[in-house]
């Protein structure tokens, strides 16, 4: 295929009527528009994280990504006003006979703005020193007008035995304390669109979820989680946190990257219902699922039961319980002891098996695979696709 030729993408009329599509010549993925009878053609292939512009819709003359939103000219493939040091190729179009032809050769490259890496996303290396412990606070509350948490209490209760007991560094973090956005569900477009760091987190520097990414990912040894029971659920600020961390987890799926190695996890449970076991289930397989080990006995928990709505005096049994405070020191304890013994002995692993687990490639897909590949390698065509995008 030579690029000095114009090869015919179909119908001018039909990507007229469509306004945005994606069509492909060969290999090349290109994003084809039509606005006021005026035709482009530009990359189909966004410079951010790969998304396909083509899928998109279109802001007046410029592109936007349906997975992060980035706009590009839908000529020209220049950034948007503020961004013009970013641009994606654009390929020269005309109209013959009633056919839209393309140019396989670029009119204009492909620029990537200069951009300092977020500070998550350097490699992950433990640093040396005493095993850390960090805290995460999951309960809602008003800071100006502050109440008794009986689950935040505990786990103040464990980070003091950690660090006066042990000698532990520790710190904690209240998710009512900081200010982050919830999930906006880049999975549900593609695999690909959820990132480490997470796109949000990319994108506001006010978002402060960054701090229990630090967290996770790069300071803590242990991480102790602590909960109210909300209608037989964790809190709804866990769940916040949570969805979140998904990005964590799709490096797993989609890099087999694992970013949480020799870690630790504990949770303290407590509330005036029950289903202590049910809340405990999910936060158990959650926190394995995206790298954590955890102690024996994991857990420590109070509840009071669900016809107990006295909610005083649940309260006031926390706060005079000594064997649950010796309970949140004996799990400090517990997940330390782990963390010093996974610490010491952490070599380099072999990278995660795919069988039965996510991104777990199907024998079917892989003798699909090969067979698309020995083809192109006999030489035999592909043929142009065109698919239909949204139109703008």
Request: proline share 5%.
């Amino acid at each position: 295929m030579s690029n000095e030729t114009w090869h015919d993408l179909g119908p001018a009329e039909t990507f007229k009527q469509r306004g945005l599509c994606e069509a492909g010549v060969g290999r090349l993925k290109l994003a084809i528009t039509c606005k006021d009878g005026v035709f482009g053609a530009v990359s189909n292939v966004c410079n951010h994280a790969g998304g396909p512009l083509g899928q998109g819709r279109l802001d007046g003359e410029y592109l936007v990504c349906p997975w992060h939103n980035w706009k590009f000219h839908r000529r020209t493939g220049l950034g948007q006003p503020g961004n013009e040091a970013a641009a994606v190729p654009s390929h020269e179009v005309k109209v013959e006979h009633g056919r839209l032809l393309v140019r396989a050769e670029p009119a204009s490259p492909r620029k990537q703005a200069p951009h300092v890496p977020h500070p998550l996303a350097r490699p992950v290396a433990r640093a040396g020193g005493p095993i850390r412990v960090a805290g995460i606070s999951t309960t809602v509350m008003d800071r100006a007008n502050p109440r008794y948490s009986t689950s935040e209490a505990l786990l103040e209760v464990a980070l003091a035995c950690a660090r006066d007991e042990l000698g532990c560094e520790t710190q904690l973090l209240r998710l009512s304390d900081l200010k982050f956005g919830a999930c906006e569900g880049y999975y549900s477009k593609s695999a690909q669109a959820c990132t480490w760091p997470c796109s949000i987190t990319q994108f506001d520097p006010d978002d402060e979820l960054t701090a229990v990414y630090e967290a996770f990912v790069h300071w803590a040894d242990v991480v102790l989680v602590a909960t109210p029971i909300r209608w037989g659920q964790a809190s709804s600020l866990y769940f916040k946190m949570a969805e979140r961390m998904n990005c964590v987890q799709n490096q797993i799926t989609i890099r087999d990257r694992v970013l949480i190695r020799h870690k630790v996890a504990g949770f303290i449970i407590t509330g005036g219902q029950d289903n202590i076991q049910g809340v405990a289930g999910q936060m158990l397989a959650f926190f394995s699922e995206i790298g954590f080990h955890l102690p024996q006995f994991p857990f420590v928990a109070h509840s009071r039961g669900w016809t107990a709505e006295d909610m005083e005096k649940n309260v006031a049994e926390v706060r005079q319980s000594e064997e649950l405070r010796e309970g949140a020191r004996d799990l400090a304890r517990r997940s330390a002891t782990l963390a010093r013994m996974l610490v010491d002995q952490a070599t380099d692993e072999a990278k995660t098996a795919r069988g039965g687990r996510k991104a777990h490639r199907l024998e079917v897909e892989k003798a699909q695979s090969d067979g698309v590949r020995r083809a192109i390698r006999r030489g035999q065509a592909v043929n142009c696709k065109l698919r239909v995008g949204r139109p703008g």
